[in-house]
């Protein structure tokens, strides 16, 4: 089991910025796939970025790329998303997911461990 909780959501002006954090308790965090994703009030939960065991291969949903940012830190256990520029339309409950697949990682179907999700509001 690996248990995941997110944290640093919160309400900011479009053209702002926040910094997610998602922290990993339980199996070895290093062997897992990262991904983000949000489901806005209405819509299906969505793909936002992935990052492989390695930090070495990410992977961006084209609506953030050169906004957002996910990193890694397998000493600490964690796993973060820097958004910035954000926009109105990024208002969602963001989630974190771990997944032992490294192919299909925007399916998320392929996560097998999910947290209980940070709300992100931006007002315009």
């Known amino acids: 089991q690996v248990q995941l909780v997110e944290s640093g959501g919160g309400l900011v002006q479009a053209g702002g910025s926040l910094r997610l954090s998602c922290a990993a308790s339980g199996r070895t965090f290093s062997n897992y796939v990262m991904g983000w994703f949000r489901q806005a009030p209405g819509k299906e939960r969505e793909f936002v970025a992935a990052i492989l065991v390695n930090a070495g291969n990410t992977y961006y949903t084209d609506s953030v790329k050169g906004r957002f940012t996910i990193s890694r830190d397998n000493a600490k256990n964690t796993v973060s998303l820097q958004m910035n520029s954000l926009k109105p339309e990024d208002t969602a409950v963001y989630y974190c997911?771990?997944?032992?697949?490294?192919?299909?990682?925007?399916?998320?179907?392929?996560?097998?461990?999910w947290g209980q999700g940070t709300q992100v509001t931006v007002s315009s």
């Open positions: 997911a771990a997944g032992s697949s490294i192919i299909f990682v925007m399916n998320a179907k392929r996560y097998d461990y």
